[in-house]
């Protein structure tokens, strides 16, 4: 392997390892933000209630902060 070689395959590792740690990054940000909360409730009640038709994103939303509305001490912030 010559240094011109050597050199790209470093470059290729190093960029690899950063595209992977800017993807966790921003599914940390996203969890932490609640971005991905609607997903998951949709994911949820498709596995265990495939019979029932979920919430609307807004319903979702809604019933979300009358939640956080009604415990103020569950919020972060």
Excluded: K
Excluded at 2 to 26: K, Q
Excluded at 46 to 65: I, K, S, V
Aim: hydrophobic letters at 30%; aromatic letters at 8%.
């Amino acid at each position: 392997m010559n240094r011109t070689d050597a050199a790209t395959t470093l470059l290729g590792t190093l960029l690899s390892a950063a595209g992977r740690v800017g993807r966790g990054i921003r599914w940390y940000i996203t969890n932490l933000m609640g971005d991905s909360a609607y997903a998951t409730y949709v994911a949820h009640q498709h596995r265990l209630h495939p019979d029932e038709e979920p919430m609307t994103e807004r319903q979702f939303w809604r019933q979300r902060m009358d939640d956080q509305d009604r415990n103020p001490g569950a919020r972060c912030c």
